[in-house]
């Protein structure tokens, strides 16, 4: 497949974005807002906090902001380059193709940004139609800023796409691409229609609520947002001085750093898609800021593409936390395979970007096309920028990585096994 992008797929300039930062005005209204909530009911976890800050169905930042791109607070890979986008979607046909070519193919993205992967995914599948020209192919898209999913709407659809009728429809938009194939907008995950579906979530979980914990000498202690007595319009962490109903759950037994952060909520989402693929069939892939449960305090904030501190002018600037893949691995459960994670630069590098910028450099006779290439080839995989920060993870249906059935019979006793097929990105690929 590799093989077929590198001679096949146009060889457009990428999309490497930089500029000055942009300052946002801070919002008081959100201050007010989570004073007025600490007043009334007490200092708020950490969960609640971003989840108000980033998700507040008036006020929140991903509601009222267009974050992403050279104007927004952070730039994410695919607008960084199409390369990163045309080698997911070769990922997405990869899998496909290993689960034995099903006639139904759902491609869900949770939350898309601006529509640039979605975009660049059905690009290759336009110029590899031949490959999947047996399937039913569909696009849907887990939004919940109907800004964003207007953004979307423009890039992704002919006809910028149209608010679903009915009260009972699950999709609260719809639309169909240039190539006529429909495209849906869903608020949840649960709202997806059920069937063989390849998920791809990149940038999603690390915005989503954390928890913060404390070791203390009376064992874990959460970490709760407050009004500082001394500064009545700004906010600050506190230690809740006895077990809450999340200290008391979410920390692991055995656990030994100091200070944890657990994504309840993402852990709930991996467990609705391992449950989805046990059943239906399909993959996951997840992308993002991570470590294998090693970190400690990663809770930070960006603004203008700058660090920003998590408490000032809430509602201003985006909030993450790198997801710890071990939390999701373990929240996965058996009933699916997980593999990973490995670095952004291993995932691509094992999915063929060298040849891939190879063949556009090639093609490519302006120099400053090609030091754009360049470039963004470095941002995505210098372990000095995007490269060893962001990591892979996938789910895959058990009987991904079971061997296939050894033939029976008396010629064939002595012959190997045949081993199940690699998966693209998590190993090297050769092609003969």
């Known amino acids: 497949l590799n093989c077929l992008l590198i001679n096949c797929v146009s060889a457009a300039p990428s999309r490497l974005c930089s500029s000055p930062p942009n300052e946002d005005r801070p919002r008081p209204s959100m201050l007010r807002h989570l004073t007025s909530k600490i007043k009334a009911t007490g200092p708020i976890p950490v969960a609640e906090y971003m989840r108000e800050v980033l998700t507040n169905p008036v006020t929140g930042y991903y509601v009222r902001n267009n974050m992403l791109g050279p104007d927004g607070d952070f730039i994410t890979s695919p607008e960084i380059s199409q390369i990163f986008g045309e080698l997911i979607g070769v990922w997405i046909i990869s899998e496909w193709m290993a689960s034995g070519r099903p006639r139904r193919l759902q491609l869900v993205e949770l939350g898309p940004g601006r529509g640039s992967l979605a975009a660049d995914v059905l690009r290759v599948f336009g110029q590899l139609r031949s490959v999947l020209a047996e399937a039913s192919v569909s696009l849907h898209l887990v939004e919940v800023s109907p800004a964003l999913s207007l953004v979307q709407a423009g890039s992704l659809t002919a006809d910028g796409g149209r608010a679903a009728n009915g009260e009972d429809e699950a999709a609260y938009r719809r639309g169909e691409t240039a190539a ?48 500082d007595p001394e500064k009545p319009d700004a906010l600050r962490f506190v230690v809740a001085p006895a077990p809450t109903l999340a200290s008391a759950t979410l920390p692991q037994e055995g656990e030994r750093r100091p200070h944890v952060e657990v994504c309840a909520e993402g852990g709930v989402l991996v467990q609705q898609l391992a449950r989805r693929i046990a059943e239906d069939g399909g993959a996951a892939l997840i992308a993002d800021y991570g470590h294998d449960g090693t970190k400690t305090d990663t809770f930070r904030g960006f603004k203008g593409h700058r660090l920003h501190h998590v408490l000032d002018s809430p509602g201003s600037a985006d909030l993450t936390a790198d997801v710890d893949f071990s939390y999701l691995r373990r929240m996965a459960g058996g009933g699916v395979a997980c593999v990973g994670p490995v670095t952004q630069r291993s995932f691509l590098k094992n999915m063929g970007i060298d040849a891939r910028m190879q063949a556009l450099l090639r093609s490519c006779g302006d120099p400053a096309v090609r030091k754009q290439l360049l470039a963004s080839y470095d941002l995505l995989t210098s372990p000095a920028h995007m490269g060893e920060r962001f990591h892979f993870f996938g789910l895959l249906h058990p009987s991904r990585l079971q061997a296939p059935p050894t033939p029976q019979g008396l010629k064939l006793e002595r012959r190997r096994s045949p081993a199940p097929l690699p998966v693209a990105g998590f190993a090297e690929l050769s092609y003969t």
Not at 204 to 218: C, S
Request: proline fraction near 6%.
């Open 180 to 227: 006529g194939l429909p495209v849906s907008w869903y608020r949840r995950l649960e709202d997806v229609p059920a069937g063989f579906s390849i998920f791809v979530a990149h940038e999603f979980f690390d915005a989503l609520p954390i928890h913060k914990f404390q070791r203390t000498e009376r064992g874990w202690r959460e970490v709760l947002v407050d009004i």
